[in-house]
Antibody, heavy 123, light 108 residues
Framework: EVQLVESGGGLVQPGGSLRLSCAAS????????MHWVRQAPGKGLVWVSR????????NYADSVKGRFTISRDNAKDTLYLQMSSLRAEDTAVYYC????????????????WGQGTLVTVSS | SYVLTQPPSVSVAPGQTARITCGGN??????VHWNQHKPGQAPVLVIY???DRPSGIPERFSGSNSGNTATLTISRVEAGDEADYYC???????????FGGGTKLSVL
């Protein structure tokens, strides 16, 4: 079964840092682009970042560029999101998602998604 | 930046047809994908490349895309279809994914 399981969420103070993980199983992790998407309380889905299959190419939403870093360890089948200089507006459930197909440039539709991990930024 | 506009809510009676729109400038020239999101659950892809259905998604779900509007159509709506639905596209000018604001489907 193809599965994505996020972890690492929690309560962090403004200005602090946190690293999210997404453990993948059931598919060839090293072949797919991967993404992070977030949803603030009561709001819609917002794309955060993506990374290509070997980790050499990354893209970010303007709102997190320079503060968040996406990375992956293909030997461990794990995706990461290092978050720093956190703000109250970063409070959200963070989902990891797999590209829906294997393409060199990515397809950017998502299947499957993980269940999400909650990040709360508050003093 | 590319903006996708969805109605905040759509209501339909069981057994009827729900149509959820996604507006964008010349969206017909883009590939549109749709996700279903129920509270507390992982989002699920229901339509990709405008009209393709992933395996396991009922035929009641269909999509179209032309001009400035893409549409997700759900026929013979069931109570279990109640969810938030999001359209998305790839913005190649800025190398980013764009989501619509989401539409809450209520089954009366």
């Amino acid at each position: 079964e193809v599965q994505l399981v996020e972890s690492g969420g929690g309560l962090v103070q403004p200005g602090g840092s946190l690293r999210l993980s997404c453990a993948a199983s059931g598919f060839s992790f090293s072949s797919y682009w991967m993404h992070w998407v977030r949803q603030a309380p009561g709001k819609g889905l917002v794309w955060v970042s993506r990374i290509n299959s070997d980790g050499s190419t990354t893209n970010y939403a303007d709102s997190v560029k320079g503060r968040f870093t996406i990375s992956r360890d293909n030997a461990k089948d794990t995706l990461y999101l290092q978050m720093s200089s956190l703000r109250a507006e970063d409070t959200a459930v963070y989902y990891c998602a797999r590209d829906g197909a294997i393409q060199p440039r990515g397809v950017s539709w998502f299947a499957p998604w993980g269940q999400g991990t909650l990040v709360t930024v508050s003093s | 930046s590319y903006v996708l506009t969805q109605p905040p809510s759509v209501s339909v009676a069981p057994g009827q047809t729900a149509r959820i729109t996604c507006g964008g400038n010349n969206i017909g020239s883009e590939s549109v994908h749709w996700n279903q999101h129920k509270p507390g659950q992982a989002p699920v892809l229901v339509i990709y490349y405008d009209r393709d259905r992933p395996s396991g998604i009922p035929e009641r779900f269909s999509g179209s895309n032309s001009g400035n509007t893409a549409t997700l159509t759900i026929s013979r709506v069931e109570a279990g279809d109640e969810a938030d639905y999001y359209c998305q596209v790839w913005d190649s000018t800025r190398d980013r994914v764009v989501f619509g604001g989401g539409t809450k489907l209520s089954v009366l």
